[in-house]
Each structure stands twice: as structure tokens, then as C-alpha cells.
């Protein structure tokens, strides 16, 4: 019943920006731990940033720490990643997931019940 849809993907030269978006549905969103992680072709998934229920706890991949940053709207039932400065290496499909329980390590993909099928974000050199 839980559903999560990301949106914002695309196409940008090094150095631009994007924002990708996640809109939950079918649960509590403010229940929710939320992140971000990213797969390139060919390699596993990786975190990228996670945010906790209420917004005043953030976690960042020391890769994107500095460059992205994790918000959420829970009124909206959305969490964005907001992508400055990007770089050929962030090139990913980019999945927004969830966790109604306690996360040990907002690290391993497997501490999270819920996935959304993923936004492609593709950075040109």
C-alpha cells in the first residue's frame, strides 16, 4: 500500500544542478525515515542521504556532503535531494526509500521497507 514516485531526473552538464523529488502515499509520511540512494550500471546500490522523521536530522554519503542536501515537506508528503554542483561521477538512477522503524545505519539499502522505482540523473562532462 505504500507507495513512493520520484521525479526530477534528467540530463545536466557538469557543474549544474538538479532537484529530485519523492512523493509518498498509501502511509504515515511523517512516520517515515527517508533517503536517498543511487545505482550506477554495473554497481551496487549506494546511500546517498537520509533525513529523519521530523526533518531535524540529516545523514550525507561523504561523495555528495557539501554539494546535495536532504529536505522534506511533510504536509506535502514529499523529500527532495536538492543536486548542486554535480559531477559525471552522479550519474545514477537515483531511488527514494523508506523505513517505518528504527534504522541502525541509514547506510545499508536493506534497513529501508519501501522503494520507489527510481529517477535517472545523468551528468555530461
Keep these: 500500500q505504500v507507495q513512493l514516485v520520484e521525479s526530477g ?3 545536466v552538464q557538469a ?3 538538479l532537484r529530485v523529488t519523492c ?7 511523517s512516520s517515515y525515515v527517508m533517503g536517498w540512494f543511487r545505482q ?10 537520509s533525513i529523519s522523521w521530523t526533518g531535524g536530522s540529516t545523514n550525507y554519503a561523504g561523495s555528495v ?7 522534506r515537506d ?5 523529500v527532495n535531494l536538492q543536486m548542486n554542483s554535480l559531477k559525471p561521477e552522479d550519474t545514477a538512477v537515483y531511488y527514494c526509500a523508506a523505513s517505518n522503524g528504527r534504522i541502525s545505519s541509514p547506510y545499508r539499502p536493506y534497513e529501508y521497507n519501501y522503494w520507489g522505482q527510481g529517477t535517472q540523473v ?3 562532462s
Excluded: M
Design 9 to 11: 531526473g534528467g540530463l
Design 15 to 17: 557543474g549544474g544542478s
Design 23 to 29: 512523493v509518498a502515499s498509501g502511509g504515515t509520511f
Design 40 to 49: 550506477a550500471p554495473g554497481k551496487e546500490r549506494e546511500f546517498v542521504a
Design 65 to 71: 556532503k557539501g554539494r546535495f542536501t536532504i529536505s
Design 74 to 78: 511533510n504536509a506535502k508528503n514529499t
Design 122 to 124: 545523468t551528468v555530461s
